[in-house]
Nanobody
C-alpha cells in the first residue's frame, strides 16, 4: 500500500507561482511512475505531468514550459513547480503513483486526496 498526501495549493493571481508537494508513505519503492493530474469543475481529470523511476518526464502541452515536475527520493516527495499560472490552471490537483509503465493515461494505482489551486485573472 502507498499513501499520497498533497500540499501547497492555494489562491494566486495570474502570472504567479505555486509549488505543490506530494509526500508518499508506504511501499514507495514499488512505484515506477509518479504524476500530477488535475480536474476542473465540469471537466474530466487530465494528466499534467509525470516522472518515472529513471527521471524521464512527460508534460501536457498546456503546461509545457511553465510547470516542472521533480522528485526527492530521499524524502519520498514529489513536486510540481507551477510558474506563469493562468486562470485555466484552476483545478483540484492530484498526486498519483503507478507500479509500471507507461507513465501516461489516467489508470493509476494510488491517488491522493487533492489540493485546490485557484488562479484569479
Amino acid at each position: 500500500q502507498v499513501q499520497l498526501v498533497e500540499s501547497g495549493g492555494g489562491s494566486v493571481q495570474a502570472g504567479g507561482s505555486l509549488r505543490l508537494s506530494c509526500a508518499a508513505f508506504g511501499y514507495t519503492y514499488t512505484m515506477y511512475c509518479m504524476g500530477w493530474f488535475r480536474q476542473a469543475p465540469g471537466k474530466e481529470r487530465e494528466g499534467v505531468a509525470s516522472i518515472d523511476s529513471v527521471g524521464s518526464t512527460f508534460y501536457a502541452d498546456s503546461v509545457k514550459g511553465r510547470f516542472t515536475i521533480s522528485q526527492d527520493n530521499a524524502k519520498n516527495t514529489l513536486y510540481l513547480q507551477m510558474n506563469s499560472l493562468k486562470a485555466e490552471d484552476t483545478a483540484m490537483y492530484y498526486c498519483a503513483a503507478k507500479h509500471s509503465p507507461p507513465c501516461v493515461g489516467t489508470w493509476w494505482n494510488y491517488w491522493g486526496q487533492g489540493t485546490q489551486v485557484t488562479v484569479s485573472s
